[in-house]
């Protein structure tokens, strides 16, 4: 079954300073996986996903993550933090679950802070 | 372009009362729907998912019901609300092709039960 772990419920970085967001996954076949960012009181917008194909993956935002295989690791990144970059974001990775359906595994979020 | 709508935005419904939540897809056809549960420091729960008219698998035993009575519209359902049912609801859809199965979520609802 595959799974994922999120670093770190909350996390705050002042604005202009670097952005790392942990994310760390299980999986008994190759992953897909995905970040996505919540907005307070609103549903989830997709920021990148990776599909097996380059392992530097570039999202909307100013945001990018890594996969890492060897470390079973995406953890999301962005340069320099921006106050509209408060939000809570959640790492998810996929699993089929037959019937030409998919399903996605959320971690547990982690909430962004910047602070001015 | 593909659209998805979920009403109500809030809703505040009293112990034993029924619920009901809509979602709707529009700018697509056959796509796999999904109701999520989202409650503070537990991250999403997929409550239902389904990949046709009348095909609902459920995930989590629960007080909760969902149906598909149409290609693109998804129900969420209750008997008799517990207070446990509060939450944030999401509905998502996806497209069912496998090579392009990003999910797309609503704006949510917030239930609370009272």
Redesign the interface.
């Known amino acids: 079954a595959q799974s994922v772990t999120q670093l770190g ?1 909350h996390v705050s970085v002042s604005e202009g300073a670097l952005v790392l967001l942990r994310c760390n996954y299980s999986s008994s076949v190759p992953p ?1 996986l ?1 970040w ?1 960012v919540q907005y307070p ?6 920021l990148l ?1 990776y599909t097996s194909a380059a392992t530097l993956v570039k999202g909307i935002n100013g945001f990018e993550a890594e996969f890492k295989k060897s470390e079973t690791s995406f953890h999301l990144t962005k340069p320099s933090a921006h106050m509209s970059d408060a939000a809570e974001y ?1 790492c998810a990775v ?1 699993s089929y ?1 037959g ?11 982690t909430k962004l802070s910047v602070i001015p | 372009s593909q659209t998805i709508h ?1 009403w109500p935005a809030t809703l505040v419904q009293p112990v034993g009362s029924p619920l009901s939540l809509e979602c709707t897809v529009e700018g697509t056809s056959n796509p ?1 729907l ?1 109701w999520y549960r989202q409650a503070a ?4 729960q ?1 409550l239902f ?1 389904s ?1 046709g008219i009348g ?1 609902i ?1 459920s ?1 989590v035993p629960q007080n909760l019901s969902a149906s598909r009575p149409q290609d693109r519209q998804f129900i969420l359902s209750s008997k008799k609300l517990l207070l446990s049912d509060s939450g ?1 609801y ?1 509905c ?1 859809w ?1 497209p ?1 092709s ?1 090579a392009k ?8 609802t ?1 239930l609370s039960v009272l």
């Open positions: 419920s897909y995905f996505y009181n609103q549903g989830l917008q997709l996903k959640f996929r679950s019937a030409g359906s998919y399903q996605l595994t959320f971690g547990k979020g | 979920q796999n999904y420091g537990r991250g999403l997929l998912y990949v095909q698998s995930e944030f999401l998502a996806s069912r496998i199965n990003i999910q797309y979520f609503g704006a949510g917030r």
